[in-house]
């Protein structure tokens, strides 16, 4: 099993994990704004573009191993929807290697539970039921749900669209094996056990981590090293949607300076 990274760019390391049905390819907007000042790692999560899929079973640790396997040693990690809930795994497992984490519009928890906003539960198990039929009308939806509530929601799309068509399709395991995570996974409990500095960025209009989850998030956070940015008019893609903003935001994170916990 192999996971191909691309690096762009020159100054300090930070590792793009994008979401659910896309590749590395989805970040270009904010490739253009960054490279100037980061070394860039671009990934294709296993299973997605350029990157052969994991075994059947394989757990979100599996995911994130694979991913430590190829980045360098220290690096600061971006991670959108199920690239964050990756990337969180990541700074958890192997905290020497996360030198700071960020995540954007991700949830430690996805599906929608008693007292806790998200996802449906019947959304993700409709998705994972008509994957065998057609996955790509699946990925059309899945695409259409992130631009949802967006003021550019057309553009949004062709642009999400564009960016995953510049590679091989996903493949329907690892699609399979995607929904999976995101339907099971909480790591709601460990989130405290998190020692490194930590961003989350969200957009007030998105749909698939309803804003009302984010105090809560919050609420289960450590007291110290961490910020978050809510963009107003953004909906799940606020780095498609918003660039600008998104990009400052995260450059200004990694160039802050955090006292050690």
């Not at 450590?222 to 995260?250: L, V």
């Amino acid at each position: 099993m192999s996971v191909y990274l691309e690096s762009r760019g020159q100054g300090p390391d930070l590792v793009l994990l994008h979401g659910w049905g896309m590749n590395g390819a989805v970040w270009q907007p904010l490739v253009e704004r960054l490279e100037a000042d980061f070394c860039l790692h671009l990934v294709d999560l296993p299973g997605f573009g350029h990157s052969q899929p994991l075994p059947n079973g394989a757990s979100l640790n599996d995911w994130s191993q694979a991913v430590l396997n190829v980045v360098p040693q220290q690096a600061a990690w971006l991670g959108w929807s199920l690239g964050g809930l990756i990337a969180t795994q990541a700074a958890l497992q192997a905290p020497s290697r996360v030198t700071k984490l960020l995540t954007l519009a991700s949830s430690p928890c996805f599906v929608a539970k008693d007292n806790w906003p998200g996802i449906k539960p019947e959304v993700l198990t409709t998705f994972a039921e008509q994957l065998s039929a057609d996955h790509e009308m699946v990925i059309k939806r899945f695409l259409a749900l992130q631009a949802m509530g967006s003021e550019h929601a057309k553009t949004d799309v062709r642009q999400l669209r564009d960016s995953l068509n510049t590679k091989p399709s996903p493949d329907p395991i690892a699609l399979a094996a995607g929904l999976s995570l995101l339907a099971e996974v909480d790591l709601r409990a460990q989130l405290a056990e998190l020692s490194v500095p930590y961003l989350r960025l969200y957009g007030r209009l998105d749909g698939l981590v309803p804003h009302k989850a984010i105090p809560l998030v919050e609420a289960l956070l450590a007291a110290t090293n961490r910020q978050q940015y809510i963009e107003p008019k953004a909906s799940h893609a606020a780095f498609i949607s918003h660039p600008e903003h998104t990009a400052a935001q995260i450059s200004a994170f990694l160039a802050a300076t955090f006292a050690p916990l």
